[in-house]
């Protein structure tokens, strides 16, 4: 991959031609002893042989190159959550793509398409839970700010109902935006924030495979800050957004101190300041 800095019309050739089955970045489905998590475009990566196909040893450099490459996503957006994902993880400076399922460190209720931590399994793709975005937008074969704002709203409605232990603060509300953003701009638009639906995302979410036969391609213009907070700013203001109370904490890592201990503190800091 050294001659990408080179040759980039080159380099692109060679990452379009060759996500052919079959070949070195085709589209080839875990095996049972492969490691694989609660984000849909990083399981697509191992899937596809942009990280390792077992999900293990991933690195912070190796996932920001891949994002890169396949999604066009400027390394800067990036390295704050990837970070983050070495939290979750007893080596120093690797991740496996199951580890990132440590609730509260990235990991956050009222996902798109897993179930909550406390109620079931928050790691792995489920249908049900998926169908709210699916069936969104009706009428139309596109997702946009206005959908990707009803379906958070929607989502989190549910989960206030059936999870007795939501944790809903700012934190949970920026990324779970941040991730509706990424969906909008990675399979669609970043500027106009309309991503195709059924040939695209939801085939990205529900087979974790690069819609590549379907016609899609990275995008054009790089996604850099700037346009993905943008983009993450308005599905914000289209989602209605109200907490469910507490303060945002965050898990130090797998064997941290008990999440609920800081809960509890926290709970305890906002009755104090509530009451002012
Ligand atoms: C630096 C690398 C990344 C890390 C460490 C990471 C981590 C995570 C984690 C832990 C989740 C689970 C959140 C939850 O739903 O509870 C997640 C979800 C998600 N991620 Fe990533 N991610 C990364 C890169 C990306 C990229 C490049 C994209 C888009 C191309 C993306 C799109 C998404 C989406 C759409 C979800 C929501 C899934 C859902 O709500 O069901 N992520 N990611
Ligand atoms: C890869 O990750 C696994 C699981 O974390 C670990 O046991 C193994 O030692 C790692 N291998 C390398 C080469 O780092
Ligand atoms: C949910 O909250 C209850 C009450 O605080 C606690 O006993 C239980 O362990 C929590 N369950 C999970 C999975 O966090
Ligand atoms: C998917 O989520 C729904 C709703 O929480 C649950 O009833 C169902 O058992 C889950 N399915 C699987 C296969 O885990
Ligand atoms: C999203 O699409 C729906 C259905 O076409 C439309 O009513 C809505 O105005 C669109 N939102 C935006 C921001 O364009
Ligand atoms: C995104 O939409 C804008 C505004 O309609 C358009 O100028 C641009 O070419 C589109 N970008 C891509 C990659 O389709």
């Not at 080159?10 to 694989?36: H, W």
């Not at 991730?179 to 924030?193: E, K």
């Not at 695209?200 to 036969?213: H, S």
């Not at 995008?219 to 993450?232: A, G, H, Q």
């Amino acid at each position: 991959m050294h001659f990408s800095s080179l040759l980039p019309a080159f380099s692109l050739f060679v990452i379009g031609a060759s996500a052919c089955p079959g070949s070195q970045y085709g589209f080839i489905p875990p095996k049972p002893t492969d490691s694989r998590g609660p984000c849909p475009a990083l399981n697509a990566l191992s899937n596809h042989g942009y990280l390792p196909r077992d999900g293990q040893n991933i690195t912070i450099r190796s996932v920001l190159q891949a994002s890169l490459d396949v999604y066009n996503i400027d390394p800067a957006v990036l390295v704050g959550v990837a970070k983050l994902g070495l939290l979750t993880s007893n080596e120093p400076d690797t991740f496996s793509l199951s580890d990132l399922a440590l609730h509260e460190v990235i990991e956050f209720d009222a996902s798109l398409s897993r179930e909550d931590f406390a109620i079931g399994d928050n790691n792995k793709f489920n249908e049900t839970i998926f169908e709210t975005l699916a069936d969104a937008n009706p009428g139309v074969n596109y997702y946009n700010i206005t959908s990707a704002g009803k379906v958070q709203e929607q989502r989190l409605a549910i989960s206030e109902r059936t999870n007795p232990n939501i944790t809903n603060t700012d934190k949970e509300f920026g990324f779970r935006s941040f991730t509706s953003a990424l969906y909008l701009a990675v399979l669609g638009n970043v500027t106009t924030g309309v991503a195709p639906k059924s040939i695209f995302v939801q085939i990205w979410f529900r087979e974790e495979r690069l819609p590549y036969a379907e016609g899609w391609q990275r995008p054009e213009k790089i996604l850099d800050p700037t346009s993905v907070s943008t983009l993450t700013g308005a599905v914000q203001a289209a989602s209605n957004w109200v907490t469910s109370g507490g303060c945002p904490y965050l898990r130090q890592g797998p064997g941290a101190a008990p999440t609920l201990d800081s809960q509890a503190i926290c709970k305890q800091l906002d009755s104090l300041t509530r009451g002012k």
